[in-house]
């Protein structure tokens, strides 16, 4: 059962049915996915506090005309890590898949490229 944007905002526990943290050949940790994943799709949105202060485990956006605003992670988006080719990305706080994701493979973004 895939959850909208609006059903995960309202009830963000259920991103625990999309993704799960297991270690990671990459580096650690990683976030991969507890079901197949329609390309397009929205995954979760990155939960936590703001911060003005980089470290482990802060997204920064960019909101045009603005300063950059930084987020430190509290839910298990925060375990995403990089990849030259990756198979998700950011819209602000909300993740999508690029592409089809299969179940129990790694997401990955490119920490190089955010808008």
Known sequence: MSYTKETLAAR????RHNVY???SPIHGKGLYAARDIDGGSYIGTYRGIRTRN???YVLWTFP???SPVGRRGMNLL????????PNAEFDGYDLYALRPIAAHEEITINYGEFE
């Open 54 to 56: 980089d470290g482990k």
């Open 21 to 23: 943290a297991a270690p």
């Open 64 to 66: 045009e005309g603005l």
């Open 12 to 15: 963000p526990w259920l991103l």
């Open 78 to 85: 925060r375990y995403l890590n990089h990849s030259q080719t």
